[in-house]
Each structure stands twice: as C-alpha cells, then as structure tokens.
C-alpha cells in the first residue's frame, strides 16, 4: 500500500498570494502534477492540515477544485489555519468528517494500513491540543483493532523540534498522547504537518514525523528564540510504503524539475 501525504497547502482565494508571496494554488497544482507522474500510483492522499489559509468557504471551494480532479481516495484533517465546521460544509461528501459540533476524529478501516485521524485543532489559536476526551477516543478505537498496523494522522506535532517559534504553538497534551500511543504497539508512525518541514524522532515507542509543505518551508534555525519566518526552499510532499511484514517505510519527494534520470554506468564500478 502507498499513502501520499500533502501538508499545509494553505490555499487562498483566486488570485490572492499567502503572505503576499507565495502562489499555494500553484504550489498545490504542481505537486499533484508530480503525484500523477510517479511511476506508482498511490492508493490514498492523506492532508494533514493547513489546508486553507483562514478558513473561509471560497478559500475551500478553490481547494475543492483541485480535490475533485484527484482519483484517489483523499481524506482530511483540519489544522490551526483551517475552520473545522465550513471545511465540514465544503466537502458534504467526506461523510467520515463527521457531524457538525464535534472534533474530526475517524479511523478509516477499508485499506491494509488502518487510518486514524486527531483532531488538534484549537479555534482561534496556532497551537493545538491533544484532549482528554480525544485520548478516551482515540485508546478505544486503537483497542478495537489491536494486530492491524496502524497509521496515525494529526497536525500538530507532538514533540519539541528547536524551531522556537513553532515549538511556541506546539501540542498541548503530548504526555496524553504518549501515555495513550504507549499502550498499542500496532501503530507504525505518527504522521503530522504543521512545520513546513521534514522532521522525525522517535516518541512512544514508535516514530513521529512531519512533511515538508508544497508551498513554503518554516526557517531551519535551532534556537529557542527563533524569529517566525518562511523561506522558499524546494517544496515537497511525502510517500508511506507498507508492506505487510516489514512495516512503514517514508519517502519524502521534492517538488520541481530536474536533471534525469540518468542511467548508473552497467560495470562493477561503485555507483552510488
């Protein structure tokens, strides 16, 4: 099975450019160009959050746009940037987001990798929060199914990364969350966005990660005290491969064109 994950699209009104440089639109229109290239197709796209840039209809009909043209299954998950009810009311046909009032937790069970979806979102805040009634959820629906591999799908990241001004809205309630994790060893890895960037790290006995962005990248710089700024670094999404027996193994694609292929030389000279 091949999982595609897209992170933080941040998809504005037609025309309108996110922070006043950065065309996501195309951004968007570019990586699912590259999708439709790979020489395999994926089975599922996973977003992770960030998918508008302020949560309003016409920003989620522009991404409807984009979302009706792919050809696999595509689930969603809201982050800080996105409002969860006019998402809900974007897409009627994702029946999983589930009813109006309540958090988008769902686990979708119809593949050979289960899925399970948090919800971290706080409204009106850049942080997000693992809660107590999300924890109760989210060991139950892990209990049902104990020996079926599972991949988790959240936004906020629940580990510390050194960016200082992320690690500033990071994941309320990340003990919660590992206290739970802890307990069910079928989850192969924890997959987030909300980072621009790629970062792993191990955390409750398996292993957290984060996606690079399609459109900007948050500034790689390790301090505590970080100022907020993007850069327009190559753009990326991700590849989860599974296989039965081996586990999850991720692949992260950069966005663009380039040089190649070019054929390794067919001697026994060292190739790589």
Known sequence: ?????????????????????VDSALALSS?????????????????????????????????????????????????????????????????????????????????????????????????????AASAAWLDETLALRPTTPTLVMMHHPPFRVGIGHMDDIGLLGSERLHDVVARHDQIERIICGHLHRDISTRFAGTIASTCPSPAHQVMLDLDAHAASRFVMEPPGYQLHLFHEGQGLVTHSAAIGRFAGPYAFPDDDSPTA
């Open 1 to 21: 099975m091949l999982v595609c994950q897209i992170s933080d699209l941040h998809i504005r009104l037609p025309g309108q450019l996110c922070y006043g440089v």
């Open 31 to 131: 990586c699912l160009d590259a999708i439709r290239a790979l020489p395999q197709v994926p089975d599922v796209v996973l977003m992770t959050g960030d998918l508008v840039d302020s949560g309003s209809a016409g920003e989620y009909r522009h991404l409807a746009s984009f979302i009706d043209k792919i050809a696999q299954p595509v689930y969603l998950i809201p982050g800080n940037h996105d409002d969860r009810e006019v998402m809900r009311e974007a897409f009627p046909n994702h029946a999983y987001l589930g009813p109006g009032g309540t958090r988008v937790n769902y686990a979708i069970d119809c593949f050979p990798l289960r899925i399970v979806a948090i919800d971290t979102v706080m409204p009106g805040q850049s942080g997000g929060i693992f809660t």
